[in-house]
């Protein structure tokens, strides 16, 4: 069995904006709510899903909009604020109250800033691998970063959706050998990841996160306050991981970030470790994540 956890979570199913989403999920309590990036699935929180049960936490983990077996989107919105808008109606859905924490990582990360429009929802907040949104301006700022950004300018094409897909998907095993520290094998992480994107129609939404963000698609009416939160001060004590040689958003997009966060909060660097940090080194990234989620 893939990715075997210490107990098994359980695999269930909810309904929130309108949307059919999967979830893996263990333990009772105060909800944690977990959210994955790119390309990935809700199995990269195989680690930290059990340490949450043990510490109290209902441990929740989707797989994001568009990404199977969750239901494609009707409205076909992949930007930031449409994922903010999930992680609400899900801790609405799963009967989330004030105690409740949000974590995320890459695009769950970029949907946690924006979850803060609604403060009264969490606790406390962790993300990983992308700073607040007002920080990630350096994404244009150096030849280095732009390079390392090469796939998200791809992903504009018509024929990235084509290329990503031939042989099974091995453009996404590139960007993995990429973004995992070295020595660390992936093949589990990437039959989950692949069993996600397969079908083109998921395939072409996981890309429509980066068409529909850098393509700056004006958001819904709806989804406005979301924007508004992910570009303002944290209303919550935040944590924010990020690894020193995260070969996806470089460490020197971390500078000056402390300024976008709430008092309480904190930065934290872990040296050596590349873009999936909770992978890399689960029992180092899980206890500073408990340290805080249970503060």
């Not at 263990?26 to 195989?46: K, Q, V």
Request: proline share 7%; charged share 20%.
């Amino acid at each position: 069995m893939r990715n075997a956890f210490p107990m098994e979570p359980s695999e269930t199913r909810v309904t929130a904006n309108g949307l059919d989403f999967a979830l893996l999920e263990m333990g009772n309590g105060p909800l944690a709510l977990c959210l994955h990036g790119f390309p990935d699935s809700p199995w990269t929180w195989r680690h930290l899903l059990p340490a949450l049960a043990d510490a109290g936490f209902r441990a929740v983990a989707p797989y994001m909009r568009g990404y199977a077996p969750t239901a494609i989107p009707s409205d076909a919105n992949y930007y930031p604020a449409a994922l903010s808008s999930d992680a609400c109606a899900l801790h609405e859905a799963l009967g989330g109250d004030g105690d409740a924490v949000l974590i995320g990582h890459d695009w769950g990360a970029a949907g946690v800033w924006g979850a803060t429009a609604d403060p009264q929802r969490w606790r406390r907040i962790v993300t990983m691998s992308v700073p607040h949104l007002s920080a990630i301006a350096g994404l244009l700022g150096s030849y280095a970063q732009l390079k390392r950004s090469f796939y998200i300018w791809f992903f504009q094409l018509p024929i990235a959706d084509g290329v990503v897909a031939a042989d099974d998907l091995a453009f996404i095993d590139g960007l993995w050998s990429d973004w995992v520290g070295s020595g660390y094998d992936a093949k589990e992480d990437l039959a989950h990841v692949k069993d996600c994107l397969r079908q083109p129609e998921n395939l072409a939404a996981a890309i429509g996160y980066y068409r529909d963000t850098f393509g700056f698609k004006p958001p819904a009416p709806e989804h406005e306050r979301f924007v508004a939160a992910a570009g303002s001060l944290t209303p919550m004590p935040t944590l924010y991981l990020h690894g020193s040689a995260d070969n996806a958003l470089g460490i020197e997009l971390v500078q000056g970030l402390d300024q976008f966060l709430a008092e309480g909060s904190d930065v934290t660097v872990f040296e050596g470790l590349n873009h999936f940090l909770h992978l890399e080194d689960p029992a180092a990234v899980n206890k500073r994540i408990l340290e805080f989620v249970k503060g």
